[in-house]
Nanobody, 124 residues
Framework: QVQLVESGGGLVQAGNSLRLSCSAS????????MGWFRQAPGKEREFVAA????????SYADSVKGRFTISRDNTKNGVFLQMSNLKPDDTAVYYC?????????????????WGQGTQVTVSS
């Protein structure tokens, strides 16, 4: 069992940056691929970024590529999402998720554990 808690959300102006953190419980954090997803009001949840178990590989949605960076620290059971040049379209609840499936997963169905989410609001 893994429990995930996100933090770092808030209200920012367009063009600014924000760093989300996700803290995981348990001693098997390094056994999970990690991902960030987001869901805007009235829209379906969408993939944002994923990082492999060791942190050596990452993948991004086209909409955030070049602006967002995902990373992890297995010594601290944490995964992070550095978001730069934020746009109003980035406004959403951001969720951290853990997957037992090997590799970088972009489908939410392949994730086993989810956090409660943190709100990010970008004003124009």
């Amino acid at each position: 069992q893994v429990q995930l808690v996100e933090s770092g959300g808030g209200l920012v102006q367009a063009g600014n940056s924000l760093r989300l953190s996700c803290s995981a419980s348990g001693r098997t954090f390094g056994s999970y691929g990690m991902g960030w997803f987001r869901q805007a009001p009235g829209k379906e949840r969408e993939f944002v970024a994923a990082v492999s178990r060791t942190g050596s590989s990452t993948s991004y949605a086209d909409s955030v590529k070049g602006r967002f960076t995902i990373s992890r620290d297995n010594t601290k059971n944490g995964v992070f999402l550095q978001m730069s040049n934020l746009k109003p379209d980035d406004t959403a609840v951001y969720y951290c998720a853990a997957s037992k499936v090997l590799g970088l997963q972009q489908q939410g169905l392949l994730y086993d554990y989810w956090g409660q989410g943190t709100q990010v609001t970008v004003s124009s």
